[in-house]
């Protein structure tokens, strides 16, 4: 290798999104896809996504628009939840139907680009805790049926990720894996149908070798993997062994018992994107110090000891979760609001 080429693989970014990004965590407030699309599109050029927009009834939410992924498995709406069927029916279909839809709308306002594309589905564990056999118990509670739930939605995203390659070839893709009842299932504190009790807590081997395989969906496919958490007790350690990429977190949870656990994490490669802005809002005048949203993390970076100049590749900005609950105004503030906050912590590092 000559030292052309020695320099440009010493100044190539660690992940492929680059320094200074920023990004939402999924949802979208309302049911028009053309308009939340437009928006997530035009406002974020390193790592942009495709939103999910649970307003618009069953099968758009997180958990049914997954359920619609699985590969042999399919699920149909209860009073309770969702629910294992037999066969496809209206409810996978609408789930499907919705999926179609926006990723033809992905497809048309992503004519030419080059960069970074996050794609969300909910993770093995969570998906485990959400699902309900046909007894009316959660997944959670059969390992078998976690092991061929982990199967399924395996060779759903495999289908999924082909898919998105397809549609935008220029792009590259970005896996997220939403876990938010991962710290959950793994102390036991998942309810069962009854309420009374709590399903038994999930081995941390046994949970991180199903994610093991989720995430080794995303790389066979050249695609990094985030697991995104909005709950308190991430685990970190486990993720990172488990092969993730990156951790999204809410950092308003975190406290100094996680701070060897986020070095180690930064130190290792592991990107962070941090959630420093209310997922939920009316006035969009509210965000105006892009600088003092994420004076906290430049905080954390000092209190850790890292190097000032490993922030901005570190750090991916995000709202604290979702902004499914926000009005169409603020959501659209809170984008722009994320992109200048990351801007400037790489132009003011300290």
Known sequence: MNDTANDDAANAPRHPWGPAAATGIGSMPGEDIRESV???????ESLTYLPELPARGPGADMTGRTA?????????????GWRISDRPGRDTRRARAWLREDLDTLEEFTQGYRGALKISAVGPWTLAAALERRTGEAMLGDAGACRDLTASLAEGLRGH?????????????????????????????????????THRAVDRAVAEGALRELIAVGHDAGAPVVVHSCAPGVPLPLLRRAGADGVSLDFS?????????????????TALF????????E??????????????????????????????????????CGLAGASPAYARAALAHCVRAARSLADNPE
């Open 38 to 44: 437009r928006t997530v599109t035009g406002s974020l």
């Open 253 to 269: 949870l975190l406290t100094e018992r996680e701070d060897e656990a986020i070095g180690e994490a930064a130190e290792g490669g």
């Open 161 to 197: 990720l082909a898919e998105v390659r397809r549609r935008v070839p220029g792009a590259r893709p970005v896996l997220q894996l939403d876990e938010p009842s991962l710290a959950a299932v793994l102390h036991g504190a998942v309810p069962t149908a009854s309420g009374y009790r």
């Open 68 to 80: 619609g992924l699985l590969a042999e498995l399919y699920v149909h709406l209860e009073p309770s």
């Open 283 to 320: 006035r969009a005048a509210e965000l105006s110090d892009p600088a003092g949203t994420v004076s906290g993390v430049r905080s954390l970076w000092r209190r850790l000891g890292l190097s000032p100049g490993l922030l901005s590749e570190s750090v991916v900005i995000t709202p604290t």
């Open 274 to 281: 941090l959630g420093v802005l209310p997922g939920t809002g």
